[in-house]
């Protein structure tokens, strides 16, 4: 007798851009571990193999294809590959992103176009070309990772904030435009996370305690947070959920009027912060 699967995403087919490694390298391991069949969709080709690797190697199935997210062509010769090798994908997350420090008095057109065309634009890309034949299915579900600067503001971030507000707004028409078609998008918004874009930042002596201090959970976060949240908005444990975002951030934005004195509210006999 055969029994239900018990994984969220069983045999499901799931796109991740982004993949290579980062926040998308782990929610592509996640989504697998759920059940999913994941393609591997990144630029680096070589990081690519390397998550298909870390994929198949626990069982699951896995493919890598390079793509890049800001060209349309690319995209389009993804998608054809993905469906294909794995068949059309019901899930798709936009994660690929790019950041460059910039200030906005000096920052060039080019630069602005550079991150605008990886972060916004290819996400858009990705959404009309894979939720094609989501609409024609009459399901599917695209997750998008943005980030918690949609909502606050990254001082020398160049394009990086209007890029992910962008991405908010751009979920929310998908959620509106496409849901007639059983098609939900949803973002995730994540705080500080430990990935190799931030490595550099990380690294630096000192760099990592001073952030702690903001994040009431009482540490940086790691890709696997932010693919537990991006697993759910992919599973149908989310059905209900559409056009919305979840804040990934251990508290981090709920925490600014702490970081400034008033007296009279201090105590002395708070717990150190959770380390889980
Ligand atoms: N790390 C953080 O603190 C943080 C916080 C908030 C949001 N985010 C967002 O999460 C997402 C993933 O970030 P990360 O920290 O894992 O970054 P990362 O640099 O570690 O990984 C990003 C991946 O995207 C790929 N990529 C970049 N441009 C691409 C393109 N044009 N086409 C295809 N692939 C491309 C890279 O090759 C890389 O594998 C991004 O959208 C980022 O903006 C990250």
Known sequence: MSHPSHESLAD???????????IGRGIAVALSREGGRVAVLDKDEAGAHETMRLITAGGATAIAVTCDTSDPASVVAARKEVAARLG??????????????????SMSLSEWNLILSVNLTGYFLCAQE???????????????VASIMAHYANPFAGAYG???AGVMSLSRQLAA???????????????????????????????????????????????????????????????????????????????????IPRAGFERSDMPSPHHS
Not at 88 to 105: F, H, K, Q
Not at 194 to 205: I, L
Not at 227 to 245: D, H, K, M
Request: charged residues 15%.
């Open 12 to 22: 499901r087919i799931c796109a991740v851009t982004g993949a290579a490694k980062g």
């Open 88 to 105: 059309d994908p019901e899930v798709l997350v936009n994660n690929a992103g790019i950041t460059r420090p910039s200030a906005l008095e």
């Open 130 to 144: 894979f939720g094609r034949a989501m609409r024609a299915a009459g399901r599917g579900v695209l997750v998008h």
């Open 162 to 164: 209007p890029s992910k």
């Open 177 to 259: 435009e496409w849901a007639p078609y059983g098609v939900r998008s949803n973002c995730v918004l994540p705080g500080l996370v430990r990935t190799p874009m931030t490595e550099a930042m990380y690294s630096q002596p000192g760099i990592t305690e001073r952030r702690v201090v903001s994040v009431p959970a009482g540490r940086i976060g790691m890709p696997e947070d932010i693919a537990q949240a991006a697993v759910f908005l992919a599973s149908p444990q989310s059905a209900y959920i559409n056009g919305t975002e979840i804040l990934v951030d251990g508290g981090f934005a709920a925490n600014l009027m702490s970081l």
